[in-house]
Every structure is written in structure tokens, then in C-alpha cells.
């Protein structure tokens, strides 16, 4: 496994910065006056001291009567004591639990049913930022569940479908202001019924699973030969050729381009094991990586074989049968899958799921007896691992962003409730508050849209 | 029955124990009595199933006595003649290195052939066997709980309850050492589509419900629930062991329930009930209005329509009444002769006919107010119109959902009927605290209402692929409020009361059948494992479809 940082992704838009970034930054000026006036703004955090909390860290083990520092918007210091100055705010968190943010590698939340491009199978020039609307009330339920970050995905009708966005979930924040700086651009593919299903439908290609990754093998032939052509011309730019032109720009060969160069993560929606291995066979082929399997009901068949690959997987806890290739998905995925070495993280793909993500995370001890580490786990860094924010958030150690959430009870339990929940150091969810408890937000969200889940429905 | 992967439901693969993984510490050897239902329906067939791959294949590993058995303490002792299989088979290819040669393996499958045929092989004859769960802690739901506590079953019923050293322990009963554990009664979803779907894309295994017409009465979910569902088994593994099974809401009225018990030698035995109640529904979801998915509007597009129409059915089936009545009195004076009415006829014999009309018969005991009506509905408004029209018409009224109701509780609680809340998981409104759902059990029982819990999942039809999470929602009630015992009455004897098996369901009471569950802790938490679920008093083997699959994997 190539771990080292130069094969981490660029930074999703800069792609597109000439074209669009100007755009999106008059925009935003236009919007700051507006956004003051209806909101109140982000401050800066105030340091505080967490004490006496059951400190649930996700990667060094559970704390009991522990302390949490944050300053600055970034955790300072984690362990049974910190070295805050005096004079610190101190949250006494007596038989309270403190965890890292929740995190959800697959959801389709705020984006108003824009989910999926099912106009054509290969669509990886879709950004799914275009769609994004901030104000969507199901933002606001799941930050009420503990969650701080989410990868916004394409929907699973195109066998290569759009590009993520990562947010952080400071619900009342301007748009912009709600985007994960830095992380890496994602995409997604999607395979089995979905795509055949869609297009099977409508009498195009693909309509079987042969269809599906023919159609995926010919974009990146095409791809190949849009970055062959751009070779040939900058070949001949350095040879001193000023006569030569430029091939004409291809959004949606450049992005394809993007995946081969390795610059974008690719996230798979993909159930059976067959298919796993058809995936990894595939992205060897054409040399690029595969970051998770989403779904991935099947993975407990294989995962001996798809451990070495260190493609991660993010699966349902207990989801099944509501499709065929639901039909032999078995409760103790995650964890079988887990203990053949296989990067394990839970997801909601649901506006309803997302908001109890913990709890998910609990059935873990229950179904294959995960540890409350290896649980807890499974909803912070490894998710976080799998979007590639894992070094900014996802566990309680100095020097990541203060994501953090206090709990009532243990947040594995069926009893949990989130109390607090602070993103980057700030308060963004105080349920003692009266109303919505959104210290940043008081007005009318948006959504009508409940189901936040691409599977079945949206996939035409 | 579905395929799936080619090997699991068709391969001779009873595998009743399974050694202890490390994903699965087995510490209740499991009595092989009671089966999946394919298990119950022929063991016969499937031993020689099982018998005739060893010997066409060679690839049956057979072991005779249990894990359970050489472990140190086994926690329950084994019934004279019981013998475990443990198949190897996995899509007709060896799994693991046989530990006989294939001759051998032959030979002792067939050796021990005998001593499997003297397994008790119907739950009739396994429910004359004593049982008492030992050192508990008893929930009981009825009477509180009873920390050390023991239960004795016999003969499919609880026959004592009470606390250790007060409960005569009959002579010759197996007794199941279950310190530690926590027993309680078989939990009742009541509000399932079990047998009624398989797989949810699957339109050829979809009977939910029958769209072409709004008011179906006629439609009983007897004739079309599928009693081998390997839902069924998923879900009991949970510890559900009793269940309602509705039509999904679509019609006005959608149809007539069943009240099942999640085992059983086939789909009579597994019914206990059939038209328990009528399922009705009320509200956005039920006008004919065509929209973005295509389709055009028809009657009844609106609310108003919607009202109309059922009172019109009603009114009908009042006058269907009273000529049915008519035509039979003047039956009775046996003078066919004489009779005008266009609808009592004299056939060529002279005898009274009277044309049936299905539709409008199925709806009379629901008029007379004999057996209850389920209403589901959402809103607080639609609530006040269509308790409106019950009342007129004096139905027996169980509400369902109420997701956004909260401004009508208090006169929801002033009409004293039940209500089945949820999905607790429904979405609040854009405009609502976040835990405006999550509260709705918590605010009804405060009230009074008697309330019932089902596993619904938010938002769309009941999935009951999901309904081994049932006491998560009553679970996740108590986190907002509810109190742990209203919580496990809402998916125990309240959902047994509102359906009229509050004498026989629902608690753990001297005289009723003996559905008892025991798990390694809180029912409740989403971390708790469920040990053992005894139906009729017999213990029911810990497998499942998914069960096998886990096993065939971990090898």
C-alpha cells in the first residue's frame, strides 16, 4: 500500500479555479451581508476544558475521568489531566462521554433530490457542491445525532457517477463556510443493479452487469487517449513548437484523467463480491486505487482477498434484502470483515440513519463483538480515513480540529443522546438550549425530501 | 423460496450448533427440536437430504454430541437422543479438511441415523417437556421485575413465575442455569408486512398491498402471507415471537390483518388470528392524484373525496345490512315465494339466494365495533377528520403513526384509544426541534394513551426486514423520556391487548403461552445479545439464513 502523501488527492476545486473559482467568490461576497444579517456568524471559539468525562479517544482507548483541552478550534491536550492555563472555561463532565465527531462517508443529505445525473452512465464531471443547499433540515437532525462531517455523494444510477463534497456540519454558516477545508476530491462509481438497472430500462447500454464495467473500461480508454493527446501537445509545447494547439478541453475526460492520475479518491457502490474483485481488477488495469467499497454487503466473502488492497469498506450494520444483491448481507459484516484486516466504517446513506449512527456502531459489540474502541471507531476515524480527513478530525488527539461530542450516556447504548456537539472548537448543538439548540442558526431550513438515500427510488 | 448465492437455501446444510467462533461464544447449546420452518415441515426429507449428499458427495462431515457437551459447564443438559450435525457443505464443495475420509464419513452418517430419527420431531411432542429458567432476572411486564427469579414452562404455557427458592421446581424438569441473563416475553411488533415481501425490488415478491381500488376490506392478508419467509427466522432471532402482519398504506382501506406467532409447523399454525383488525388509512398519501410519477388524477383526488367515499361505504354497508337481514327473515318464515326484492332471489328450487357482496360483508364487524380498526395517520388535522368520521360510525379505533400530531395529543388522550406510535424515526417537520418524534411515546403515555411501538422504519412503508430492531425504537422512546416499563409494555402486552391476545401474550403470567426470551442483558440496548427465544414453551435453534452464512465464512 502506498501510503505516503504525495498519492493524497488534490484539493477537489482547484481544478476548476480559473473557471469557476471567481464565481464562487463574488458569490460568496454577495452573500456575506445577507448571511450576517440572518444568522450570527461564526465567532472565534472559546478555550475549554473538558472534565472528568469517560473520554472515548478512537485511537489510543477510552479515557475514564478524563480531560480534554481545546484551544484554538484545535484539541490541545487529551488525558487524565491538561496543561490549560488557569483561568480556562471548564466543562464539568461528570458521567458524561466525549467522542469525536461523528463522521458519515455516504450521504446524500441536502442536495434536494439532486442526486443523481441519470442521464448518462459516465457523468464524473458532476459536482455535487452545485447541488448543495445548506439550509436542509436534515443537516440540523444529524448534527443533533453528533455528526460534525459528511461526504456528500453521487447517487449509485451512473457507473461513474459525480464528485463529493466534504462538509462540516456547522449548521447556520454560510455555504462556503460549511466546506471541509482541504480535504481531498472524491468520486463516485457505482456497479451491479443500479446502473443496469436505470439504463437497462430505457433499452441503453448498460443493461447487465457485462454492460456496466464495458461501459467503465471504455471511459478509460477514452481517458487514456484525451491524456495522450494533452502528452502529444505538451510534448510539443517543451520541443519549443509554438505553432502547436492545445486539444480542446474535456470535462469530462479531464476528470476521468483525474482518476487515473490518481488525484481523486474513488468511492464504490458495490454489494457483491464478485464484484469486488471485478473493481480491483479493473482499477489495476488502469492503475489507480480504490478507496472504499460503499455497501459492500458482501465483503465478509472476500475481505481475506481485498484486505492486501487496503481498500476500506463503509458499510450497514444490519440492512438487508430489499434488493437481490442485499439478499445475503448478514449483520456480522463489518466485524468479520474487520477482523481479516479490512478498514471497516459504518454509514447512514439515509437522512433517517445518519442521525443514530452511533447506535449503529453499538449493534457492532452486539453482532460479532467488536470492543467499544473498535466500535466507536468505525463512525470517527475510519470514516475519516475513508473521505482522507483522517489527519484533521476523527479521534481525540493534540492537534486535530476540536470536533468533539458530549454525550448523556454511553454512546455505543441505545440511551444516548447528544448534548453538546462542537465542530472546529465551536458550539454548533446545545440541546439545553430552548428551540432548535442551534446556538448558530434561528430561522426556517429547508426539505421536504425524508428519504436522503439514492438506492432505490432516486436511482431512476 | 428465494435463491439467493446458489448455496445456502438449496444445500443440505442444517447446521444446528456451530462451534464457538470467535464471533459467536455459543453457551446455550440449542435443543434441535424446532426449526426454520423448512427444518419443521419435513425433518424426514431433509435428514435424507442431508444423508444423500454424504454419500453422493462424500463431503458431510458429521459430528455426534455438541459443543456445549464438552465444554465444562453446559448450560443446559441435552435430551436423551438429540444429535447435533454440523455440515460442511458449502455449494457442494468441501470447506474445510475432513477429519474421516469420505468412507468413513458415510458410514457414520448412516451409524447415526437411527439416533437422529429419535429426535423429537414436532413441537407438540417437545412442549410436553418441563423447562425451568433458573437465576434470571425476570421481566416480567405484568408485575415488575424479579431479580433472581425463576420460570417454569410446561406444556406450551408458563406454569410458575416467581422468585428462586418461592417456585417449586417440577421433578424431571430441564433446568437452564441463567445466572446472569435477563428473561422476558416474546417480543410483538404490531406492524409487519412478514410473508407479504421477500425482496423489496422484487415485484414478484411483493404483496403489499392492492392499489386498484381504495376501499379494499375484501383483501385478507391470510391468503397471501407467506409463512416460510426467511424474515421470519431473522427477526425471531431477536427475540420477536409474535407479530401483527398488515397490508402496506396504500388504500383507504387497505385490507384485514393477521396476528402471527413467528414459529410453527405451517402458515395455520403460525396464524392466531386471521382479520384481527382493519387496516384503514387516512391522509395525503391515499388521494388518486396522478403527480411527478405519472399517472392522472381520479376520484378521490382529495380529502373531501376521501371522506365522501368512505362514508358512502359505510351508509352502504349499513343498507347491505339491513336487506341481507330483511331477506333473511323472510328466509326464515320459508315462504320463498313471495319475495320482491331485487337482490333475494329464488332459485329453481325454490331456495332463498341472497348475492353476497364481499366488499361490503368483510366491513360489518368493523360497523358493530367488535373488532378494531387501525387508522393510519399522520397529521394532526387528518387525525380530527377521520376521528370525526369514526365516532359517527362508532368504529373501535387504534390509531397509527401520529408522527405530526403534536398539537392533538390531549384530545387524543380525551378519545382513550390506543395508539401505535411511529417510526419513531418519522422526520420532524422542517420547522421542529429535532426530537419533536423522538418525544411523541413519551408525551402520549404521560397522557394516559395506551401506546404501542412498531419497528417501522421512518418515513416510507413498514420494512420488516428491520423488525429485529423493534426494541431499539422502544429503546431509543425511553432515551426521550418514555419509562423503561411503559416502553417494554409498548411492544409487548399493550400490542397483545390492542389486538385481543392480552389473555394468552404479552407477559410473563402463570397460564399464557410461554414465548420467553433470554438475552445476556437489557433488552432494550442495541448491545445486547439475544441467547435463547422459547416459542410455545420449546426452545427455537438460534439459526437463520444469515446465521449460516456467517458460519459457512468463518470456517
Redesign the interface.
Known amino acids: 500500500m502506498h501510503t505516503s502523501e504525495s498519492l493524497r488527492p488534490v484539493v477537489r476545486r482547484s481544478l476548476h479555479f480559473d473557471t469557476r473559482a471567481a464565481g464562487v467568490i463574488a458569490a460568496a461576497c454577495a452573500c456575506a451581508g445577507l448571511a450576517a444579517a440572518a444568522h450570527a456568524q461564526q465567532t472565534q471559539p472559546q478555550d475549554i476544558v473538558f472534565k472528568n468525562a469517560t473520554v472515548m479517544t478512537a485511537s489510543h482507548g477510552t479515557i475514564e475521568h478524563g480531560s480534554v483541552w481545546i484551544h484554538a478550534g484545535k484539541i490541545a491536550g487529551v488525558g487524565a489531566t491538561v496543561n490549560a492555563p488557569a483561568g480556562t472555561a471548564v466543562v464539568d463532565a461528570t458521567g458524561l462521554w466525549l467522542t469525536p465527531g461523528i463522521i458519515d462517508p455516504h450521504s446524500h443529505s441536502a442536495l434536494d433530490s439532486d442526486v443523481n445525473e441519470a442521464t448518462s452512465p459516465v457523468t464524473p464531471s458532476m459536482h455535487m457542491i452545485d447541488a448543495f443547499d445548506n439550509r436542509d433540515?436534515a443537516l440540523?437532525?444529524a448534527l443533533?445525532?453528533g455528526v460534525t462531517t459528511e461526504l456528500l455523494l453521487h447517487g449509485s444510477a451512473n457507473m461513474i457517477g459525480g464528485q463529493a463534497v466534504v462538509i462540516k456540519n456547522k449548521v447556520g454558516l454560510d455555504r462556503d463556510a460549511m466546506l471541509f477545508p482541504n480535504a481531498p476530491g472524491s468520486i463516485k462509481f457505482a456497479s451491479g443493479?443500479n446502473p443496469k438497472r436505470v439504463y437497462g430500462s430505457r433499452n441503453q447500454l448498460p443493461s447487465t452487469r457485462m454492460g456496466n464495467f464495458e461501459v467503465m473500461r471504455q471511459a478509460f480508454e477514452d481517458a487514456k487517449n484525451y491524456m495522450a493527446t494533452l502528452d502529444a501537445y505538451n510534448a510539443k509545447v517543451a520541443k519549443g513548437d509554438k505553432d502547436a494547439i492545445p486539444p480542446k478541453r474535456d470535462l469530462k475526460l479531464e476528470a476521468l484523467a483525474d482518476v487515473l492520475r490518481g488525484k481523486l479518491y474513488v468511492q464504490i457502490h458495490c454489494y457483491r463480491a464478485d464484484e469486488f474483485l471485478t473493481e480491483e481488477a479493473i482499477a489495476h488495469e488502469y492503475g489507480y486505487k480504490i478507496r472504499a467499497f460503499h455497501h459492500a454487503l458482501e465483503m465478509?466473502?472476500v475481505a481475506g482477498k481485498i484486505a492486501p488492497e487496503q481498500t476500506a469498506i463503509a458499510t450497514f450494520t444490519?440492512?438487508?434484502?430489499?434488493?437481490?444483491e442485499a439478499?445475503?448481507?448478514?449483520?456480522?459484516n463489518a466485524?468479520?470483515s474487520m477482523?481479516q484486516g479490512v478498514r471497516v466504517a459504518l454509514k447512514s446513506d439515509s437522512?433517517?440513519h445518519i442521525?443514530?449512527l452511533n447506535?449503529e456502531a453499538?449493534?457492532m459489540?452486539?453482532y460479532?463483538?467488536a470492543t467499544e474502541d473498535e466500535a466507536i471507531r468505525m463512525v470517527t476515524l475510519n470514516p475519516a480515513w475513508i473521505i482522507g480527513v483522517d489527519q484533521q478530525t476523527g479521534s481525540i488527539d493534540v492537534g486535530k480540529d476540536a470536533d468533539l461530542v458530549l454525550w448523556n450516556?454511553d454512546p455505543?447504548?441505545?440511551?444516548?443522546?447528544a448534548q453538546k456537539v462542537y465542530i472546529d472548537g465551536d458550539l454548533f448543538f446545545d440541546s439545553s438550549l430552548p428551540?432548535?439548540?442551534t446556538p448558530h442558526f434561528s430561522g426556517?431550513?429547508?426539505?421536504?425530501n425524508?428519504?436522503g438515500s439514492d438506492d432505490?427510488e432516486d436511482g431512476q | 423460496m428465494?435463491?439467493?448465492?446458489g448455496y445456502?437455501t438449496n444445500a443440505p446444510c442444517p447446521v444446528i450448533l456451530s462451534s464457538p467462533t470467535?464471533?459467536?461464544?455459543v453457551k446455550f447449546a440449542m435443543n434441535p427440536v424446532l426449526g426454520s420452518q423448512q427444518w419443521l415441515r419435513a425433518p424426514f426429507l431433509r435428514f435424507f437430504s442431508v444423508a444423500r449428499a454424504g454419500i453422493l458427495s462424500a463431503q458431510s462431515a458429521l459430528f455426534i454430541g455438541s459443543e456445549a457437551q464438552r465444554s465444562r459447564k453446559p448450560a443446559l443438559s441435552l435430551p436423551k437422543g438429540t444429535c447435533f450435525l454440523r455440515s460442511c457443505c458449502k455449494g457442494g464443495k468441501p470447506q474445510h479438511d475432513l477429519r474421516t475420509g469420505s468412507i468413513i464419513s458415510v458410514a457414520l452418517l448412516l451409524a447415526v441415523l437411527p439416533a437422529c430419527l429419535s429426535v423429537p420431531l414436532s413441537a407438540e411432542d417437545s412442549a410436553k417437556k418441563v423447562i425451568a429458567i433458573s437465576g434470571a432476572r425476570l421481566l416480567t411486564v405484568s408485575h415488575g421485575t424479579i431479580e433472581n427469579g425463576v420460570l417454569v414452562m410446561a406444556d406450551g404455557k408458563i406454569a410458575a413465575v416467581g422468585e428462586a427458592g418461592k417456585v417449586a421446581i417440577p421433578k424431571g424438569a430441564q433446568i437452564v442455569d441463567a445466572r446472569g441473563m435477563t428473561v422476558y416475553p416474546g417480543l410483538i411488533d404490531p406492524e409487519t408486512s412478514f410473508g407479504l415481501i421477500?425482496?423489496?425490488?422484487?415485484q414478484n415478491s411483493r404483496d403489499l398491498a392492492e392499489p386498484s381500488d381504495e376501499i379494499m376490506p375484501h383483501m385478507h392478508v391470510a391468503d397471501a402471507f407467506h409463512a416460510e419467509t426467511?424474515?421470519i427466522p431473522?427477526a425471531r432471532l431477536n427475540g420477536i415471537t409474535n407479530a401483527v402482519v398488515a397490508p402496506a398504506s396504500v388504500d383507504t382501506i387497505a385490507g384485514q390483518d393477521i396476528f402471527i406467532q413467528l414459529a410453527g409447523a405451517d402458515r395455520d399454525a403460525m396464524i392466531l388470528g386471521r382479520d384481527v383488525a382493519l387496516a384503514m388509512n387516512f391522509g395525503a398519501d391515499q388521494r388518486r392524484r396522478g403527480g411527478r410519477a405519472g399517472g392522472h388524477a381520479e376520484f378521490p383526488s382529495t380529502r373531501m373525496g376521501l371522506i365522501t367515499q368512505l362514508r358512502q361505504t359505510f351508509l352502504d354497508v349499513q343498507d347491505y345490512v339491513a336487506h341481507r337481514d330483511a331477506a333473511a327473515k323472510k328466509d326464515d318464515k320459508a315462504d320463498a315465494g313471495k319475495d320482491t326484492k331485487p337482490d333475494a332471489k329464488k332459485d329453481d328450487k325454490g331456495d332463498k339466494i341472497f348475492k353476497r357482496d364481499l366488499k361490503l360483508e368483510a366491513l360489518i364487524p368493523y360497523l358493530k365495533g367488535e373488532r378494531p380498526v387501525v387508522i393510519g395517520v399522520y397529521e394532526g388535522y387528518d387525525i380530527e377528520t377521520i376521528m370525526a368520521l369514526a365516532q359517527e360510525f362508532h368504529l373501535k379505533v387504534v390509531l397509527n403513526h401520529v408522527t405530526h400530531s403534536q398539537e392533538v395529543l390531549d384530545k387524543i388522550a380525551a378519545w382513550k384509544v390506543p395508539v401505535i406510535v411511529g417510526s419513531i424515526?418519522d422526520?420532524?417537520r422542517?420547522?421542529e426541534?429535532?426530537?419533536a418524534v423522538y418525544t411523541l411515546p413519551s408525551e402520549l403515555a404521560k397522557r394516559g394513551v395506551k401506546i404501542a411501538i412498531s419497528s417501522a422504519?421512518?418515513?416510507?412503508p413498514v420494512?420488516s426486514?428491520?423488525s429485529?430492531?423493534l426494541p431499539?425504537a422502544a429503546?431509543?422512546a425511553?432515551?426521550?423520556g418514555l419509562p423503561y416499563d411503559e416502553a417494554l409494555k409498548a411492544i409487548t402486552l399493550n400490542v397483545a391487548e390492542m389486538f385481543g391476545f392480552g389473555d394468552q401474550l404479552g407477559s410473563l403470567d402463570v397460564g399464557k403461552t410461554a414465548n420467553v426470551v433470554m438475552a445476556n442483558g437489557d433488552p432494550?440496548?442495541?448491545?445486547?445479545?439475544v441467547k435463547q427465544v422459547y416459542i410455545q414453551g420449546v426452545p427455537v435453534p438460534m439459526v437463520t439464513r444469515?446465521?449460516k452464512?456467517?458460519d459457512e465464512?468463518?470456517k
Not at chain 1, 426556517?444 to 421536504?448: A, C, Q, T
Not at chain 2, 428465494?2 to 448465492?5: E, I, P, V
Not at chain 2, 470467535?22 to 461464544?25: A, D, L, S
Not at chain 2, 432494550?524 to 445479545?529: E, H, I
Request: proline content about 2%; glycine content about 10%.
Open positions: 433540515k440540523y437532525q443533533a445525532g443493479e465478509y466473502k444490519d440492512w438487508w434484502g430489499f434488493k437481490d439478499w445475503d448481507a448478514i449483520p456480522w466485524v468479520m477482523r437522512n433517517d442521525r443514530r447506535q453499538g449493534k459489540v452486539h460479532g463483538g450516556h455505543l447504548s441505545t440511551y444516548a443522546r428551540g432548535l439548540g426556517v431550513m429547508h426539505g421536504d425524508d428519504a432505490e | 428465494k435463491k439467493r448465492t445456502a470467535r464471533f459467536q461464544r421477500e425482496v423489496e425490488s422484487d426467511e424474515l431473522v424515526y422526520f420532524p422542517a420547522n426541534r429535532f426530537d422504519d421512518a418515513g416510507g420494512s426486514h428491520s429485529r430492531n431499539y429503546g431509543f425511553v432515551a426521550y432494550l440496548d442495541v448491545r445486547t445479545d444469515q446465521t452464512l456467517r465464512y468463518s
